[in-house]
């Protein structure tokens, strides 16, 4: 999966689980993010199922994307919606994990719009890998396989 940086972008987490359901390998990998000036938390998730050895554009694994939006009022405790939303990943997360495989799942939690800070905290992942080297250039995270 893609996560692009970008200006303004605000990282709350970023997810990764390797799975494994009776022989068929895969990942699950997502973003919880809000972008500047909106009322809103994403949360991009993507499935893949592994059905060759590429990481490209060209691999043939077939891959399902799922979109989470949450809209927040100025109304709203912004720190209790965030924290809500992260608990509704950290469950989505528990339950791809429940597929099976015995990995462990990733939970970065960034909560950080800094590039810089949310490029050096992911290329430590082991799952990570970075795309376009220049942040000005809008940075891109992929996932492993």
Not at 58 to 83: C, L, T
Request: hydrophobic fraction near 40%; charge should be negative; include cysteine.
């Amino acid at each position: 999966m893609t996560i692009r940086l970008q200006k303004g972008r605000y990282f709350v987490a970023i997810v990764y689980a390797e799975i494994d359901f009776h022989g068929d390998r895969g990942n699950f990998h997502g973003a919880l993010y809000r972008d500047e000036n909106e009322m809103a938390l994403h949360f991009l998730s993507r499935l893949r199922w592994y059905v060759d050895d590429r990481m490209d554009d060209q691999s043939k694994d077939p891959k399902e994307w799922v979109e989470a939006v949450g809209a927040f009022s100025a109304h709203q405790d912004y720190a209790r919606f965030e924290e809500a939303c992260l608990d509704n990943v950290r469950e989505t997360l528990d339950r791809v994990c429940s597929l099976g495989g015995g990995y462990e799942p990733q939970l970065l939690i960034l909560r950080s719009s800094d590039q810089a800070f949310v490029l050096e905290q992911v290329a430590k992942q082991k799952w990570a890998n970075i795309g376009t080297p220049s942040l000005f250039q809008g940075a891109e995270i992929r996932g492993r396989a």
